[in-house]
Structures are given as C-alpha cells and as structure tokens.
C-alpha cells in the first residue's frame, strides 16, 4: 500500500506543482520571495477543454519541470459550485477579482505574471499538446513575445503590417477584447481592402457565416477569388456554410405531454440558409440534399424518399454528392432496382482517384452482382488509401471490398 502511495505522489509530483491552498496575495509573496514568474490557470468545472489539460497536459514530465523550474503555479476556480471545498472556497474572492481585472471572458485562460505580480502575459486554449503549452509557457518569458510587450509598442504608435498581424494572432490567442477592434485597425491600415494580406485576416478572424468578415468576403466574392484563387476560396466558403449546417437543419422540440424531445429535419430553414450564399435553384437542391442527409440519423426511409427524389433535380450532384445519395438509395442493397439506378448515377461522373467515389462503386457494383467490377473499384480505392495514410494495414483488394460490404449503421439521433 505504502508502494502504491510514493509511486502515486512520484506520479503527480512530475507534473505542474500547482499552490492549491495559497491564497493570491501569498502567491505574490512566493514569487517574489523566489524570483520566479507567476503562471495562472483560471478554469471552470464545466469547462471542457480545461479538463482535457487538467488530464493530458499539466501532469506530464516535460510541462511539470519547465513550469516548476520557472513559475509558482496557481489554480484558481471562477465558478461556484456545492461540491466546492474550502481552498476553492477561499479563493472565490481573488477568482471574482480576476475576472474583473483581466477581462477573462473565455476558458481556459492562461495568466502570467513576473515576481513582482506585474502582468506580462495571456493566452488560452484547449486541446494543446505539452510542446504547444510549453511553446506558450517560453513566450511568457520572453520579453520579445509577451503580450505585455505587444501592448507597450502598440501603446507607443507602432502600426506596421507585420507588428499588427502578430499582435492581432497574440490578442486572438489570449481571446482578449480587443482582438475585434486590433484586427479592423489592422484592415484599415492596407491600401487594398482585398489584398491577399487583408483577405486572410478577413479569413483568421471568421467565427461563422453571420461573421461580418465573412458577410463582406461573400458579397465580394470576385475580389476573393483575384485575391486567394477561385478553388481556395470556394473550399474556405464551403467550409464555413457547412459547419452550421446540422444546427440549422435539425429542429429539436419538447413534446408537451411527454416531456420528451423529438427531432426533426426543418427543410424550410435550410433553404433559407443556403438562400444567402447560393441561387436559388442550387439552395433547393442542397436543402433537400442536406435533408435527405440528417433524416438518415432520424428515420432511414425517410432519407432513401428523399435521395431518390433528388435524382430528377434540375440542379446535378458533386462527385462527392452523388456518392452518398447513392448509399441513401441501395441501403443494404437488397433491392436490384435501386441498385441500378445508383449505378446509372455513378455512370455520370468520370474514372477518378477519390476514395469515397471508387468505395461507394465497388459496394454498388457488388450489390448488382457484378463481382468483377466490385473488385476492379476496390482495388481503386485501396490504392488511394495507401498513398494518403501510409500506415493503412496491408491487405488484398478483396479484403478491402469485404470491409467495405461491412455496413455500419449511421449514429442516430436519439429522442430522450
């Protein structure tokens, strides 16, 4: 038992050693008593993201001997809770405090601070490796990446292109309010609106299509194609509309009598989305697209109805779009006539390298009894596989084509 104990705390004690029962003003004392810098971890218990460094970052070897070597670490709590204990307790006071003092409006936020309890630095973030926290823990000691030196230039006029940019990625790191106010300073500053510099900054500070810089890039799309090249831009613009798609698509209500909630497609807000981005013949056709596409995880002859009515749409499938409405329509690929017609739908599209494309072939062709065929577009596929993750496990075209038969069943979205 007493093994287990000393290999535990050996454990723990390689990570960051943080002061749990001091309280900020005795931090201070600490720090400058050492000499050392001050590093804060300001963190909620609903946070997510502060969970994930709480387990994957903070107690691993590399990250405890920086950190414990160069700062006194300290963890403050921002939110209440009943299952609060008494430390946590005692610092409610310093964690209002900080919130009032240094704007920390998102979490996980990093504070650093020099022994003198002067701050000098601020970043934030979830989801780091250890090398990126400590990258951020070398900043803090830098006096040539501080944001408290970012700040001093900026107070002082400095205005140039390059100093900007930086400051407005360090502002954007640290999540600070005025990130939004830098970044349209900086944007003010280029004689071309629509630079290639402009427009990627337009790009970094996007958080969504309702973002203005978003709005303003969508409203001038040609200068953003001279800018970024056409097939860049429209994969960014793509990109953006997608990520909402399920929250505007997905419409959850709470049944009155049951208590229950129940999902449903809303196909109307769908086309009113796309309806900002495309004509209108295209955002009907990717409403129902879309539709067909979330009823899968709702009810499955539902999403196959819809696929199949696609099929005589005045707007035609991608690649990529012709691939999944095909799936949606052979299903298990027990009905032949369904499995000819996704065929003559794949027939419209040329021989190609894509994974998805030659996948959802070999499934089809081997579903239509064209086993010969079926092994041809699996080998495809595989070849594909192996050039793009070098890792793939070796195995046959044949052993490729039964993965592929194997059909998992799509996640569905479950009514509680």
């Known amino acids: 038992m007493m093994l287990i104990l000393a290999v535990s ?146 107070n002082q006029g400095e205005r140039g292109a390059e100093f900007m940019k930086a400051y407005v990625y360090k502002l954007a790191a640290a999540r600070d309010p005025l990130l939004e106010q830098t970044a349209d ?61 399920m929250t505007r698509g997905l419409k959850s209500e709470v049944d009155p009598q049951t208590k229950k909630v129940k999902h449903s497609v809303d196909e109307a807000a769908l086309l009113q989305y796309f309806s900002r981005f495309y004509p209108a013949d295209t955002s009907a056709f990717l409403a129902a697209f879309h539709t067909a596409g979330i009823s899968k995880m709702l009810d499955g002859q539902q999403a196959y109805l819809k696929a199949k009515t696609l099929l005589n749409h005045s707007v035609k499938p991608d690649m990529q779009q012709a691939a999944l409405l095909s799936m949606m329509i052979v299903r298990n690929g027990s009905n032949q006539e369904d499995n000819k017609l996704a065929l003559s739908l794949l027939f419209t599209f040329p021989e190609t390298e894509d994974h998805l494309m030659n996948q959802t072939r070999c499934r089809v062709y081997s579903y239509a009894g064209q086993p010969q065929k079926a092994l041809e577009y699996a080998g495809k596929a595989l070849a594909t596989m192996r050039k793009t993750r070098p890792g793939y496990p070796d195995i046959t075209a044949q052993e490729y084509l039964n993965k592929a038969l194997i059909v998992n069943p799509t996640p569905k979205i479950i009514s509680n």
Not at 14 to 19: A, D, K, L, N, R
Not at 109 to 126: R, V
Request: glycine share 8%; with cysteine.
């Open 9 to 154: 705390l050996t454990a723990h004690a390689q990570g960051i050693q943080f002061e749990r029962d001091l309280s900020w003003k005795d931090v201070q004392a600490k720090a400058k008593a050492t000499g050392k810098a001050i590093f804060v971890d300001a963190y909620t218990t609903w946070c997510g993201p502060c969970k994930q460094m709480d387990k994957d970052v903070f107690p691993d070897k590399e990250v405890g001997g920086f950190f414990n070597k160069n700062f006194i670490s300290f963890k403050l709590q921002m939110d209440k809770t009943p299952a609060d204990d008494q430390s946590v307790k005692n610092r409610y006071e310093d964690a209002q405090w900080f919130e009032k003092t240094y704007q920390i409006t998102s979490y996980p936020c990093y504070l650093f601070f020099d022994a003198s309890g002067k701050q000098i630095h601020k970043a934030g973030g979830g989801g780091l490796k250890p090398k990126d926290f400590i990258a951020i823990g070398e900043e803090a000691l830098d006096p040539g990446k501080q944001m408290l030196s970012f700040k001093n230039k900026y």
């Open 185 to 245: 300073e900086f944007l003010k500053l280029q004689k071309d609106p629509f630079s290639t510099e402009s427009v990627g900054m337009m790009m970094f500070m996007t958080t969504g299509s309702s973002s203005k810089y978003f709005d303003l890039l969508v409203k001038n799309k040609p200068k953003l194609y001279a800018a970024i090249g056409k097939a860049k831009a429209d994969t960014y613009l793509k990109k953006v509309i997608d990520a909402e798609i």
